[in-house]
């Protein structure tokens, strides 16, 4: 406790010969606000003139603190963000650095009304394209002459949007700033050494920022009337969270997508052209949807849109194969050569290698005129039994050796796999190529 007191002693008496100290050195000022005003005003009087740039060439740096990600709208290629854009260079009019009378005064403030800025303005802006100002927001002036000027705004700028890997994309935007007025030898715009700066940013819930960063100012120069003016453009790399995507468009689109197949799995033939005939307006709803989300360009082509059309296709195919079937079914004319030919193929390839596509029990015994028949109770039957049941096996296979409904029954089996096999290949390959390019983003 002692010690604790002694050593606030000491303290104390440090600080009063350090003031002491400092009041006796020739040419010290105490800071005061009539100080502060008496440098500003002979700073800004006299010869100084806001229309009169500091130097033949200005070094403008700039840099953008990025707040928050308000909307990226891919059907308007939009880009709308909120972020304060600092500005700075150097005006050796208002240094005061080496005078003694105001070393007391660290900085001052002023407004853009008083002091010289440069004219610049974003050049891809939607809504506004005049020169990005403040008459409100002051300036802060460091003795070396330093300039810091920091406006804040809502930037709304245009952004090609690249949705061939919808919803597993990544959008590259520019925000363009360039000079209006004074060309590239008058002002020469640099980016700071940390063009964007994400310290303060909220992050967005559907879009992440992958990378952000400024291109070369020393290369860029927009050309206007003959003369070349100083140009930078900010990039801004965002890669969509897919998360909410994945949910409600890709897991619907591809569990309407296995239904189509189950059409041939119905026994009744007009329950089949409804079911199929509500798979296929489901999907055509889904397409609408999806489409008012994506930009009417040629451009580049969205994946997840073509893959909804061959879906599409493949569901009127399934209900113009149905109309077939239904025709087949209940006609009375007889097959044709070719049609018999593909119904023995189908049920070569159906029942693998089996004649017919039914079960054995379903099929009549066959049996011999000079055989007799041995029931289930160990009774021999009669010829003529035999021979009734040879009329009645007559009856189930045709003369040609199968049926118009066996052979309905057949093309269902056959198409219920080729569809099932296309739409899960099809399907497959949609999503890896999704996943595949979103990982390599």
Same mark, same amino acid.
């Not at 990600?69 to 500005?87: A, C, K, T």
């Not at 900085?107 to 990005?132: G, K, M, Q, R």
């Not at 008058?186 to 990378?211: H, K, T």
């Given at each position: 406790?002692?010690?604790?007191?002694?050593?606030?002693?000491?303290?104390?008496?440090?600080?009063?010969?350090?003031?002491?100290?400092?009041?006796?050195?020739?040419?010290?000022?105490?800071?005061?606000?009539?100080?502060?005003?008496?440098?500003?005003?002979?700073?800004?009087?006299?010869?100084?003139?806001?229309?009169?740039?500091?130097?033949?060439?200005?070094?403008?740096? $700039?840099? /953008?603190?990025? +707040?928050?990600? %308000?909307?990226?709208?891919? *059907?308007?290629?939009?880009?709308?963000? &909120?972020?304060?854009?600092?500005?700075?260079?150097?005006?050796?009019?208002?240094?005061?650095?080496?005078?003694?009378?105001?070393?007391?005064?660290?900085?001052?403030?002023?407004?853009?009304?008083?002091?010289?800025?440069?004219?610049?303005?974003?050049?891809?802006?939607?809504?506004?394209?005049?020169?990005?100002?403040?008459?409100?927001?002051?300036?802060?002036?460091?003795?070396?002459?330093?300039?810091?000027?920091?406006?804040?705004?809502?930037?709304?700028?245009?952004?090609?949007?690249?949705?061939?890997?919808?919803?597993?994309?990544?959008?590259?935007?520019?925000?363009?700033?360039?000079?209006?007025?004074?060309?590239?030898?008058?002002?020469?715009?640099?980016?700071?050494?940390?063009? $964007?700066? /994400?310290?303060? +940013?909220?992050? %967005?819930?559907?879009?992440? *920022?992958?990378?952000?960063?400024?291109? &070369?100012?020393?290369?860029?120069?927009?050309?206007?009337?003959?003369?070349?003016?100083?140009?930078?453009?900010?990039?801004?790399?965002?890669?969509?969270?897919?998360?909410?995507?994945?949910?409600?468009?890709?897991?619907?689109?591809?569990?309407?997508?296995?239904?189509?197949?189950?059409?041939?799995?119905?026994?009744?033939?007009?329950?089949?052209?409804?079911?199929?005939?509500?798979?296929?307006?489901?999907?055509?709803?889904?397409?609408?949807?999806?489409?008012?989300?994506?930009?009417?360009?040629?451009?580049?082509?969205?994946?997840?849109?073509?893959?909804?059309?061959?879906?599409?296709?493949?569901?009127?195919?399934?209900?113009?194969?149905?109309?077939?079937?239904?025709?087949?079914?209940?006609?009375?004319?007889?097959?044709?050569?070719?049609?018999?030919?593909?119904?023995?193929?189908?049920?070569?390839?159906?029942?693998?290698?089996?004649?017919?596509?039914?079960?054995?029990?379903?099929?009549?015994?066959?049996?011999?005129?000079?055989?007799?028949?041995?029931?289930?109770?160990?009774?021999?039957?009669?010829?003529?039994?035999?021979?009734?049941?040879?009329?009645?096996?007559?009856?189930?296979?045709?003369?040609?050796?199968?049926?118009?409904?066996?052979?309905?029954?057949?093309?269902?089996?056959?198409?219920?796999?080729?569809?099932?096999?296309?739409?899960?290949?099809?399907?497959?390959?949609?999503?890896?190529?999704?996943?595949?390019?979103?990982?390599?983003?």
């Amino acid at each position: 406790m002692k010690m604790l007191k002694k050593m606030r002693v000491v303290n104390f008496v440090s600080g009063v010969f350090l003031v002491l100290f400092c009041q006796l050195q020739p040419g010290y000022t105490q800071y005061s606000s009539d100080l502060e005003a008496t440098l500003l005003s002979d700073l800004f009087s006299g010869n100084y003139s806001t229309l009169v740039r500091p130097s033949s060439v200005v070094t403008v740096n $700039v840099s /953008l603190m990025l +707040y928050t990600i %308000n909307d990226l709208n891919i *059907v308007e290629q939009s880009l709308s963000v &909120s972020g304060m854009l600092s500005m700075n260079w150097f005006d050796p009019r208002l240094e005061w650095a080496n005078n003694s009378d105001y070393s007391a005064v660290q900085f001052l403030f002023n407004t853009e009304e008083n002091t010289w800025t440069p004219a610049i303005y974003v050049e891809n802006s939607v809504e506004d394209l005049a020169v990005i100002n403040d008459e409100n927001m002051p300036m802060r002036i460091n003795p070396n002459g330093e300039v810091m000027r920091t406006p804040t705004g809502v930037y709304k700028v245009s952004c090609e949007s690249v949705v061939t890997y919808y919803p597993f994309d990544e959008q590259t935007c520019h925000i363009k700033i360039t000079t209006s007025g004074y060309t590239q030898g008058e002002i020469d715009l640099r980016f700071d050494e940390n063009a $964007v700066d /994400l310290s303060d +940013y909220i992050p %967005n819930g559907e879009w992440e *920022v992958a990378s952000a960063g400024g291109l &070369s100012s020393g290369e860029q120069s927009k050309s206007r009337n003959g003369l070349k003016y100083a140009s930078l453009s900010l990039e801004l790399k965002l890669k969509r969270r897919y998360l909410f995507h994945t949910i409600n468009t890709i897991f619907p689109v591809f569990l309407m997508g296995m239904l189509i197949p189950f059409v041939f799995k119905l026994s009744i033939m007009e329950e089949k052209i409804g079911y199929s005939l509500t798979v296929l307006l489901s999907y055509a709803v889904y397409l609408t949807l999806i489409a008012d989300h994506i930009p009417s360009t040629s451009v580049t082509v969205c994946y997840l849109s073509v893959y909804l059309a061959v879906i599409l296709t493949t569901s009127t195919l399934s209900i113009l194969i149905v109309i077939v079937e239904i025709q087949v079914a209940t006609t009375k004319i007889s097959l044709s050569s070719c049609t018999k030919a593909f119904a023995n193929f189908l049920a070569n390839v159906c029942c693998f290698k089996r004649k017919w596509c039914r079960n054995k029990t379903d099929r009549a015994p066959e049996v011999r005129a000079d055989e007799f028949y041995i029931n289930r109770h160990g009774i021999l039957s009669s010829k003529e039994f035999v021979s009734e049941n040879t009329e009645n096996a007559s009856d189930i296979n045709d003369s040609e050796g199968i049926s118009r409904e066996e052979f309905s029954t057949l093309l269902d089996s056959f198409f219920f796999v080729i569809f099932f096999l296309f739409i899960i290949i099809a399907s497959l390959t949609l999503f890896v190529a999704l996943i595949i390019e979103y990982q390599s983003y």
